[in-house]
Structure formats: C-alpha cells, structure tokens
C-alpha cells in the first residue's frame, strides 16, 4: 500500500492506495473507522481496479475536524479528492461514510458505480450527541466508545466487556475523539432524498441481515431504499452494520460483486 495526500482550504486530507489498474473504487469509511481499519476488507475485494481508502478529516495523518464542521464539509472533501484522482470511479461509503458518498454523487456526473452499505441520516441518535460531548471533553473515549456500542448500537453489556478485552478496544479509543461532532453533523444534515432517484449510475444497497428491520441502523436503510427505487438491495449474511471488521471477507465479496455490475 502506498499513501495519497490531498489539500483542501488548509487541511490536508489522506488515503491508502492498493495499486491496479482500470477505474478506481474509492472507498469512504463511517465514524470510528480509518482506512487501515478497512485493510482486511481490501485484502478481499479481488477486482484489479486500484483501490483508495479515504482517511477522513480527524482521523490521523489526515487534519482534524476544523471549525463549522458538517456534513456538507466532507462532501466537499470527498469532492476535493475525487477532482483531483481526475478519473471517473467507482465509489462505495459505510455508515457516515455512506451518506456522504450518496449526497456527492448527486453533485457528480463522472462516477461509474455507487455502493452504499447502511448509510445513517437524521434523526440518527441525537439524544446520545451530548453525553458524546461531555465524555470528550473529558478526555474520556473509553466512555465515549461504551456510549456508542451500548446506547446508539444496543450491543448487550457483555458483548462491550467482551470487546473491551480485545486489540480492539484501544483501536476504537483512538479513534473516538471526533464521534461527538460527526453525529451531531448526521443529525444537523438534511440530505437531498428528492434527488436521489436521478442518479443514473448502477446503486447497490447493501444491508446486514442483522440489521433490516431492526434499530438504530434498519430505519435509515429502509429510509435510503425507499429514495433510491433504482438501487438493487444485497443482503450480508449473518452481519449488522459491523461486516468491515466481523467478515471482511464477506464484505469483500459483496463490493467486488456490485462494482462489477
């Protein structure tokens, strides 16, 4: 893997880059998420496109959040990157990342594919925004991360004990520090629903069988599937909203499949 740097209005932007050839599949991770994180998931995306994942804004070597923070600056980010790869490509986005890659598709003409796997939106947990806050500002993500897991996600207390024993959990800490912000952000958005049933590229949906249906992340799929009627809905079996990190493999398999529709 090599890395790619991007400048926008003073804040440097970064991504990993497996190397191929054909049009590019850019990968956008949610809240929580780097582009090493999504590593294992490259490993098994067996297309010889080059692949780059995004390091979004707060998330390190990229810049930090900045002032007036939104959704609306990262779909500029995203905007930002994908000008100057100067190629059409192949865009897939989880979670947060999710939202803001459908939004900015909206806004482009020059994109081959779009894959979404359970993209968020308002009213997306806003009661959890401010004890988020009050944690960070004490300098405590161990509790940031535990809100997270047990009240947005609704993981049982023994699966966060469980996952506070493992390589994991200091992963997640470090990457905490911008939660409070970006789900204030989700929930600040508005997204373009009207406008999504123009997009005139292949969309696939990609769901956790453990999701559909259920909260916190059912009622936005449902919400996303009902805007996009062009879109074909897969189905991940025996995952939730967690496949990047639980069977990267499968997930691997599911992106490759839409990317090469």
């Keep these: 893997m090599r890395s790619l740097r991007f400048e926008r209005a003073g804040t440097t932007l970064t991504a990993l880059v497996r190397d191929g050839a054909g049009t590019p599949l850019v990968v956008l991770p949610g809240v929580m998420a780097d582009a090493e ?46 000008d100057d790869l100067g190629t059409d490509t192949h865009l897939f986005g989880w979670s947060y990342g999710g939202l803001i890659a459908v939004e900015a598709a909206t806004e482009r003409y020059d994109l081959r594919s779009l894959t979404l796997y359970e993209p968020v939106a308002t009213p997306f947990a806003a009661e959890h925004v401010a004890p988020l806050r009050d944690a960070t500002a004490r300098g405590d993500l161990d509790r940031a991360v535990e809100i997270v897991n047990r009240d ?9 004990e469980n996952l506070r024993r493992t390589p994991v959990w200091p992963a997640l800490v470090r990457l905490a520090a911008p939660l409070a912000e970006e789900l204030a ?77």
Aim: glycine share 10%; charged share 15%.
């Design 152 to 160: 947005v996600s609704g993981f049982s207390a023994e699966y966060v």
């Design 37 to 82: 994180s999504w590593l294992p998931v490259v490993e098994h995306i067996t297309l010889p496109n080059p692949v780059i994942v995004i390091n979004r804004r707060g998330r390190t070597p990229s810049g930090p959040l900045g002032p007036h923070y939104s959704v609306r600056t990262e779909i500029d980010d995203l905007h930002r990157i994908l």
């Design 185 to 261: 952000a989700v929930n600040d958005h508005s997204p373009a629903l009207g406008r999504y049933p123009g997009l005139d590229l292949p969309v696939t949906l990609l769901v956790g069988e453990l999701s559909e249906g259920r909260l916190p992340y059912g009622k936005p799929h449902a919400m996303f599937a009902g805007a996009l009627p062009q879109a074909k809905v897969q189905r991940i079996t025996g995952q939730g909203h967690l496949a990047h990190a639980q069977a990267p493999d499968l997930l691997g398999k599911q992106i490759t499949d839409a990317v090469h529709c």
